[in-house]
């Protein structure tokens, strides 16, 4: 449900200015309701924002009226940093508000980091000046309220002042420094149905990307020469965007490219995956405006052919892909398992999406490196070879699902070794799941792509 349903506008504006009589606030200060954003709810960048500036913040608690109707809550967060022979990393939570994960100082902790804190859904800032200046006749203040739903899109807030010069100062700091701080933060930003969360996933190299060795040198080339080559893409009177789409069928890879791209370029990935058709403008709306804010910057669109319809939101799609607005050192990237579902209007035209690489089902040589990857010599030595002899067809999900089963097999035996007899059974298992999962694959349509 959106904010703007539960306080509508005018509640939301009395609400604040029965918040600031309370207080004894100047009489005659100005009142603005503003919409959702990132910096101006972030604790850290408002506090850095108004000391720049000149103003000192002082945190006001809500009253026990003004709690009867916006109850508060506690907010508990925690990070979780592990280190392994792979690099691998994994953060649980994020909070959005400025909060700093376990390894930021530099060190590298292998416990929880636990942080209880209260937290309101009502939240009241005063900033005062430091010092008058001379052209003042009196001091400014400003009074920022915030209304938090969750971390969501509709999150709003109101500021009151006399002056909108210092709000515009405040504003444009606060903003600044968020992009900074947000290009700091390690992680993916992933966007769906009114949330908002960065997500730190498994470190993938190139090397762990199983495909045909020319196209993953050939991705791989195209990712780095973007971004090591704006200069030269300045001189040659080229905007810096560039649009790649990776097709194939399910499960063999497309995903572990995003990570070994997001894991090796360094910088921001902005994530729209999984949205519900009534939020899908809104929110492919911001992606494309975070991605700008941060660029450069790396947009990815999981699953195209399901995310973009034909209608309004297809026009939507292309304008804020190759309109009037330019995308300056964004590189777009799709995913998609039915390349043929996809408008022309969005693959088969020049400048939008400019490489197309069809990401294919895994030949018997990339199945066996594949295979002594997930094995790690926990099996027989000549089992990759082997296995992967008998696995024509399989995806590397199934690949994967093969190799889980066979060491399950020997969890429960109690063995930290995978047999001959555990892979057999477990490829018979993971061949009969495939075979009832493709019945309702049969009358699929093939690709339509070529590298």
Not at 33 to 57: F, P, Y
Not at 84 to 110: C, F, H, N, T, W
Request: hydrophobic share 35%; net charge negative.
């Amino acid at each position: 449900m959106r904010t703007e349903d539960l306080l509508p506008h005018a509640f939301l504006t009395r609400f604040f200015r029965n918040a600031l009589a309370r207080r004894d606030a100047p009489a005659g200060l100005q009142v603005w309701r503003a919409g959702w954003s990132l910096a101006m709810q972030c604790n850290r960048c408002v506090g850095k924002a108004a000391d720049r500036i000149g103003l000192e913040v002082e945190r006001l608690e809500p009253t026990e009226e003004e709690s009867s109707v916006l109850e508060s809550y506690g907010v508990l967060t925690w990070s979780v940093s592990q280190r392994s022979p792979g690099g691998y990393e994994d953060e649980l939570v994020r909070d959005l508000d400025g909060a700093e994960s376990a390894d930021e100082d530099g060190g590298s902790s292998e416990a929880a980091k636990v942080t209880f804190g209260p937290r309101y859904r009502y939240g009241l800032l005063r900033l005062t000046e430091r010092e008058k200046s001379r052209e003042a006749t009196e001091s400014d203040e400003i009074w920022l309220w915030a209304f938090e739903l969750g971390h969501n899109a509709n999150d709003q807030y109101c500021i009151a002042t006399r002056r909108r010069e210092t709000v515009e100062r405040l504003v444009v700091e606060a903003e600044t420094l968020h992009i900074e701080h947000e290009r700091s933060r390690p992680g993916l930003i992933v966007l769906g149905d009114q949330t908002e969360y960065r997500s730190v996933t498994e470190r993938v190299s190139w090397e762990h990307v199983f495909l045909p060795s020319d196209l993953r040198a050939d991705i791989a080339r195209t990712v780095n020469e973007f971004f090591e080559a704006r200069e030269l893409y300045l001189r040659h009177g080229l905007t810096h965007r560039r649009g790649i789409l990776l097709a194939g069928p399910p499960g063999n890879g497309k995903t572990t490219i995003l990570k070994a791209i997001g894991t090796t370029t360094g910088v921001p990935v902005i994530v729209a995956a999984g949205l519900r058709s009534d939020f899908r403008g809104s929110v492919i709306q911001r992606a494309f405006d975070r991605a700008s804010a941060l660029a450069p910057a790396i947009l990815c669109f999981e699953d195209l052919d399901a995310l973009v319809d034909d209608g309004p939101e297809l026009s939507r799609f292309l304008n804020l892909l190759d309109g009037l607005e330019v995308l300056e050192g964004i590189l777009v990237i799709a995913t998609t398992n039915r390349p043929d579902r996809i408008d022309p209007a969005i693959a088969k035209r020049p400048s939008r999406f400019d490489r197309v690489f069809a990401i294919p089902t895994p030949t018997e040589e990339t199945r066996r490196g594949y295979l002594e990857h997930l094995l790690e010599s926990a099996g027989p030595t000549d089992a990759p070879k082997t296995i992967a002899r008998q696995t024509e067809g399989f995806s590397m999900a199934f690949l994967k699902e093969l190799i889980v089963q066979a060491r399950l097999s020997a969890i429960r035996r109690g063995d930290e070794n995978v047999t001959d007899a555990d892979l057999e059974e477990a490829l018979e298992c993971t061949s009969e799941h495939m075979r009832l999962a493709s019945r309702d694959l049969e009358d699929r349509g093939k690709f339509g792509f070529e590298t």
